[in-house]
């Protein structure tokens, strides 16, 4: 006589069979729609990672087109303005905290800024949290909230080393040297006489070190860059970026000589999702994308990089190539804009970090060298900026 079945009760069984599917790290089989207004499908594995995971974009302008902005300012300075609906894109991105990168040219400027900001973080504590501390950035993800750090792509706030203080206070914990020409602080990467950093620079440097504030290479020269590593006593990092050997003719993209004397300080490299300065030519994929974390990887450690996409939560997939190039080339000629997306087809809005780490499974990354990628490596230099 056969023996009857044994029954497995349902929860068991399910943990049994979840614990089967990690076995390996290609082994899952479900797929997941995150985004209802979406029809891609990413597998379990993906899902869980930026789920899980502490995931920083370190230059990300929350609202990033031009023609979003009213809409910005409407948020910042109308009460009840931003509503659950609006934040709703936010929340569901996987994203924790964002360098919301603004930029600004005079001291005046700044703080009036900063008191915006802080007044609408004040008015939206249940959804969203300002980034002071590293401890904020884990607080944020454990409560569910969106951290927002006060970055400026630009030096000009620094009219005098006690601006810097002032700056501090009201929240500014990242600031870059420079712009795209030279300031009082520093040569930008558009600079025709790259001098690097200046003998105010150095002084800024110094206090900056000595209040806790990340000093960011972004947009920077070659000199600014190895400059900077030379009198920085704290590690530094580059925002947002790519790698100079994979677009030789993107003067904003860095050399192997600033990566790896970045990574000697322990510093952090954030690689962006702009079209033209992730490939020389169309087409770009997210895999071209993928090419510049390999590139850090091999070059200096997987330690080194992290997320910068230089974007915002919105599609700017509808960014003409014609008004985008009028647009930069007042900037600068060298700006070689190519194609019709000015973000990396595939990398538009708020699926971004779930599309990135589709593609960083697919090229064989572990999960631990994932986790590094979306945010552990950005916590890990920012506590030893911040000191805690």
């Known amino acids: 006589m056969r023996g009857r079945p044994t029954c497995i009760p349902r929860r068991r069984f399910l943990r049994r069979a979840l614990a089967a599917a990690l076995v390996g790290p290609f082994a899952l089989r479900h797929r997941y729609r995150v985004f209802a207004q979406s029809p891609a499908e990413y597998p379990e594995r993906v ?40 934040f709703e894109p936010f929340a569901s991105s996987g994203v924790t905290a964002v360098n919301f990168g603004m930029g600004v040219t005079s001291l005046n400027e700044a703080t009036t800024l900063f008191d915006k900001w802080n007044a609408f973080l004040l008015n939206h504590r249940e959804w969203l949290a300002r980034i002071d501390s590293a401890a904020d950035l884990e607080a944020a993800k454990r409560t569910g909230r969106y951290g927002i750090l006060f970055g400026l792509q630009s030096s000009a706030q620094f009219e005098t080393l006690d601006a810097i203080d002032i700056c501090y206070a009201r929240g500014l914990r990242v600031s870059q040297l420079s712009y795209n020409f030279r300031s009082l602080v520093a040569a930008g990467a558009f600079e025709p006489h790259d001098a690097g950093v200046s003998e105010y620079g150095a002084r800024v440097i110094e206090r900056m070190n000595s209040i806790g504030m990340a000093v960011d290479l972004g947009h920077a020269s070659d000199r600014t860059k190895l400059d900077a590593c030379a009198l920085s006593k704290a590690p530094v990092i580059l925002s947002h970026g790519n790698c100079r050997a994979l677009v030789p003719d993107a003067p904003r993209a860095s050399t192997d000589e600033a990566i790896r004397a970045l990574a000697k300080l322990g510093g952090v490299m954030g690689i962006t999702c702009i079209a033209f300065m992730v490939k020389p030519s169309e087409p770009v994929t997210v895999e071209d994308v993928v090419d510049h974390f390999d590139h850090v990887r091999d070059l200096v450690g997987i330690e080194h990089v992290g997320i910068g996409s230089d974007a915002g939560i919105e599609s700017n997939d509808l960014a003409p190539a014609q008004v985008l190039k009028d647009i930069l080339a007042k900037a600068d000629p060298r700006y070689h804009v190519h194609g ?23 090229r064989g990354y572990t999960n631990e060298h994932i986790r590094l990628i979306l945010g552990q490596n950005w916590r890990r230099v920012l506590g030893e900026i911040w000191r805690g």
Do not use: C
């Open 47 to 86: 899902v869980r990672l930026v789920r899980e995971s502490l995931v920083i974009d370190m230059l990300n302008q929350f609202l990033y087109r031009t023609d979003r902005q009213s809409l910005l300012e409407d948020w910042l300075s109308r009460p009840g303005a931003f509503r659950r609906a609006d």
């Open 340 to 362: 019709t997306h000015e973000i990396v087809a595939g990398l538009e809005g708020p699926k971004r970090v779930f599309d990135l780490t589709a593609a960083l499974v697919r």
